[in-house]
T-cell receptor, first 110, second 112 residues
Framework: SQELEQSPQSLIVQEGKNLTINCTSSKTLYGLYWYKQKYGEGLIFLMMLQKGGEEKSHEKITAKLDEKKQQSSLHITASQPSHAGIYLCGADISNNDMRFGAGTRLTVKP | NAGVMQNPRHLVRRRGQEARLRCSPMKGHSHVYWYRQLPEEGLKFMVYLQKENIIDESGMPKERFSAEFPKEGPSILRIQQVVRGDSAAYFC??????????FGPGTRLTVT
């Protein structure tokens, strides 16, 4: 059921560095969601994007949805160890049909 | 290695009936998560189970909803005495160790 291309699969950055995670689909996305997974916990909802060109920010995390609504990026500014985890994108590709990326494992080195 | 399987894909129940949603994790996975799809949040966490144990059920409604993951067989999400507000898509995910989650295709429950 993971039909969104998410990249990179894993990412190791030094604390304080910026990073970007991408989520791409060949189909138009009707709703794009970003989540964070922590070990042994359910998904933590980060942001939802619906409109082409939309951009949302929460603290140091910014997510964008391109004009064509086929690609989204998640950008973290000045990463901290607390940002470490697995980031997952999910999207509505048709009426109530949801698909997921494979996740990006982020490690932040102090 | 087959992916996470959920059945049925579509389930129609009348108000007051019971709904049973099944999730077969990927081979070797002993962790299962259940989510409900909400319009503005995508997935809303319901419960996290390991084999024969409920680890976290903080997202489960206190009444009518229950989940199990027996030693043998699929994980089951049970909704008793369904109401129209239970209509939604329910997704499960499995994980080998509690980290990466692999999602099933979902079960769409319609309560008439």
């Amino acid at each position: 059921s993971q039909e969104l291309e998410q990249s990179p699969q894993s990412l190791i950055v030094q604390e304080g560095k910026n990073l970007t995670i991408n989520c791409t689909s060949s189909k138009t996305l009707y709703g794009l969601y970003w989540y964070k997974q922590k070990y042994g916990e359910g998904l933590i909802f980060l942001m939802m994007l619906q409109k082409g060109g939309e951009e949302k920010s929460h603290e140091k995390i910014t997510a964008k949805l391109d004009e064509k609504k086929q690609q989204s990026s998640l950008h973290i500014t000045a990463s901290q160890p607390s940002h470490a985890g697995i980031y997952l994108c999910g999207a509505d590709i048709s009426n109530n049909d949801m698909r997921f990326g494979a996740g990006t494992r982020l490690t932040v080195k102090p | 290695n087959a992916g996470v399987m959920q059945n049925p894909r579509h389930l129609v129940r009348r108000r007051g009936q019971e709904a049973r949603l099944r999730c077969s994790p990927m081979k070797g996975h002993s962790h299962v998560y259940w989510y409900r799809q909400l319009p503005e949040e995508g997935l809303k966490f319901m419960v996290y189970l390991q084999k024969e144990n409920i680890i976290d059920e903080s997202g489960m409604p206190k009444e009518r909803f229950s989940a199990e993951f027996p030693k043998e067989g699929p994980s089951i999400l049970r909704i008793q005495q369904v109401v129209r507000g239970d209509s939604a898509a329910y997704f499960c995910a499995s994980s080998p160790e509690g980290h990466e989650q692999y999602f099933g295709p979902g079960t769409r429950l319609t309560v008439t």
